[in-house]
Nanobody, 125 residues
Framework: QVQLVESGGGLVQAGGSLRLSCAAS????????MAWFRQAPGKERQFVAG????????YFADSVKGRFTISRDNAKNTVYLQMNSLKPEDTAVYYC??????????????????WGQGTQVTVSS
């Protein structure tokens, strides 16, 4: 059974930074595409960032471009989301997701096979 376990969430002031981690259990982690989504209260889950299996390509939502970066360490089966210049509107539960194949659209949740349980990020103003 594949498990994705997020960590690193917490409470931070606006303008601050956090780094989220997602530890994956699959043996073939290096062949999976990975992404971060987030869901704020009362809103739909939305795509934040994605990274392909080799880390040669990354993708970001317009709302986080220039502030967030995504990276992965295939030797550690871990994907990271570095979040800088955080804003109150970044407050959400952040989810890690894994996809065996991306059929055209990175920002659709239906592309992903496995999800983590989420980690709360709260940005105070």
């Amino acid at each position: 059974q594949v498990q994705l376990v997020e960590s690193g969430g917490g409470l931070v002031q606006a303008g601050g930074s956090l780094r989220l981690s997602c530890a994956a259990s699959m043996r073939t982690f290096s062949s999976w595409h990975m992404a971060w989504f987030r869901q704020a209260p009362g809103k739909e889950r939305q795509f934040v960032a994605g990274i392909n299996w080799s880390a040669s390509s990354t993708y970001f939502a317009d709302s986080v471009k220039g502030r967030f970066t995504i990276s992965r360490d295939n030797a550690k089966n871990t994907v990271y989301l570095q979040m800088n210049s955080l804003k109150p509107e970044d407050t959400a539960v952040y989810y890690c997701a894994a996809a065996r194949q991306i059929r055209g659209v990175w920002d659709s949740s239906i592309s992903y096979n496995y999800w983590g349980q989420g980690t709360q990020v709260t940005v105070s103003s």
